[in-house]
C-alpha cells in the first residue's frame, strides 16, 4: 500500500515482489520510483526548496522481523535518499545519519553527489523571496517573521499574537511517499521517502525519517505509515501507537483512527493521514484535516487501485457552504412556492 496516488511507484514495489523480491526490496524501489518522479513535487530532488533554496530528503526503511531501521535525514546533494537509507540498513550497525556526513557516506557508498536544485526549486525560492519570506516557520522572533524576510532573533519576551499556521494542508506542502509491503512469506518492511516541508527552516526534519512517527512495522503485527504535518505528527508518534493499537486487538480502521484522533485531541486542525495494513493484510486508513482528502492505492493480488477518502471534519458543511445552501433553498421555495419540494431538492442537493 502506498500514501497518495503513486500508482507507478505501487506498480513497482508490486513487480519487485513478482520477481522474488523481499518486502525490504519492494519498498526500496517503490520509494525510489517516486524520487525519480518527483511524485507530486513532494519527494526526490528539485522542490520543496527550505529558506535557503535548497531542497533535503528525508527517507526510511524499516523491517518488520529484525526491527532494523535505516534512515537518512536533511540529506543533502544525493537524489537516491532512500537508497542511502537502505546503505545504513545494510552497511551500518547505525539507524539513522544526518546532514552533511550522511552525504559523505553516501559518496563513500558510491552515490553520486549533485545539485537538488532545478529551475522549478529556483522559481519556488525566488517568488518566496519576493514575496518577503511569506509564509514561513518562523515565531517569536525579530524582524516579525509575519511581514518580513530574516535573518531573525528571537523576541525576549514571547508574543500573544497568534500567526496564521502556515499552509501545511492544502495540496502544496504535502504528499511524502509511505510504503508498506508484505511479501510471499508475510514478512513486512515500510519505507518513506520526502523532501519535506516547503520553506522550512535548513535543518528542519520532519516525522518522515523517525521510526513510529512517519512509518513503524512489527512483521507479527502489523504495520503503518503516515503523510502530513510532520512537525505535528512526529511528536505523536502515530504509526507506533497505530501498530500498538493492532497488537491490543483493535481492527486496522480503528487502530488507524485513534492514532489520528490522538493527535487531533491537542491539535485538532493539523493535517494528516495513517494507512494501517495487519499482518494479515486487513487495512485501515484515517484523516484529518485534508482539504481534498485522502488518496491511497493499494496492490493486492496485482491489481492496483486508487481509493479516496474524506476525512470526518470535512464532511461538515463550512459557514460559507451553509450560506449558499440557505439561498439556493430559498430560490427553490420561493419558484415553487411548495415547501415539500424545495425540501426534497435540498435533501437531495445537499445532503447525499
Ligand atoms: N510528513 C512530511 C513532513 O512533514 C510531509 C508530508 O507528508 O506531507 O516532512
Known amino acids: 500500500m502506498t500514501t497518495w496516488n503513486f500508482i507507478e511507484a505501487t506498480q513497482s514495489a508490486w513487480d519487485t515482489l513478482m520477481v522474488g523480491g523481499s518486502a525490504i526490496d519492494a519498498v526500496e524501489t517503490g520509494c525510489h520510483v517516486c524520487e525519480e518522479l518527483q511524485c507530486d513535487n513532494s519527494v526526490g530532488f528539485g522542490n520543496h526548496p527550505d529558506e535557503n533554496g535548497e531542497t533535503t530528503l528525508d527517507a526510511m526503511i524499516m523491517d ?14 544525493i537524489k537516491n535518499a532512500v537508497g542511502v537509507a537502505r546503505k545504513v540498513l545494510d552497511n551500518t550497525d547505525h539507524s539513522m545519519l544526518s546532514g552533511d556526513l550522511a552525504t559523505a557516506f553516501a559518496v563513500q557508498m558510491g ?75 508475510g514478512k513486512m518492511a515500510v519505507g518513506t521517502s520526502t523532501n519535506g516541508a516547503k520553506y522550512k527552516i535548513p535543518g528542519r526534519v520532519g516525522d518522515s525519517p523517525i521510526p513510529g512517527a512517519g512509518a513503524y512495522v512489527d512483521a507479527k503485527i502489523g504495520a503503518a505509515v503516515a503523510t502530513g504535518n510532520g512537525d505535528i505528527m512526529l511528536r505523536f508518534l502515530p504509526t507506533f501507537s497505530a501498530v500498538e493499537f493492532l497488537r491490543q486487538g483493535y481492527q486496522p480502521e480503528l487502530a488507524a483512527e485513534m492514532a489520528i484522533n490522538r493527535i487531533k485531541v491537542v491539535e485538532p486542525l493539523f493535517s494528516g493521514a495513517v494507512i494501517v495494513v495487519s499482518s494479515h493484510g486487513q487495512v485501515g486508513v484515517a484523516c484529518n484535516g485534508l482539504e481534498w482528502g485522502f488518496t491511497y492505492v493499494t496492490a493486492e493480488n496485482g491489481t492496483i487501485t486508487q481509493m479516496q477518502m474524506f476525512c470526518e471534519e470535512d464532511a461538515k458543511p463550512s459557514k460559507a457552504s451553509i450560506y449558499y445552501q440557505s439561498i439556493a433553498v430559498a430560490i427553490i421555495f420561493m419558484v415553487s412556492l411548495n415547501i415539500n419540494k424545495a425540501y426534497f431538492l435540498y435533501i437531495r442537493l445537499f445532503r447525499n
Open 111 to 185: 552515490f553520486k553527489e549533485e545539485s537538488l536544485s532545478s529551475n522549478e526549486s529556483t522559481e519556488i525560492y525566488n517568488e518566496w523571496k519576493s514575496a518577503d519570506c511569506q509564509p514561513n516557520f518562523w515565531e517569536n522572533v525579530t524582524p516579525n517573521s509575519t511581514a518580513s524576510c530574516g535573518p531573525y532573533s528571537p523576541l525576549r519576551s514571547q508574543s500573544n499574537e497568534a500567526k496564521p499556521a502556515i499552509e501545511f494542508g492544502g495540496n502544496s506542502n504535502h504528499d511524502t511517499i509511505g510504503i508498506i509491503a508484505m511479501d510471499e512469506n
Open 64 to 77: 518488520g522481523d529484525t526491527f532494523n531501521v535505516g534512515a537518512v535525514a536533511g540529506l543533502r546533494r
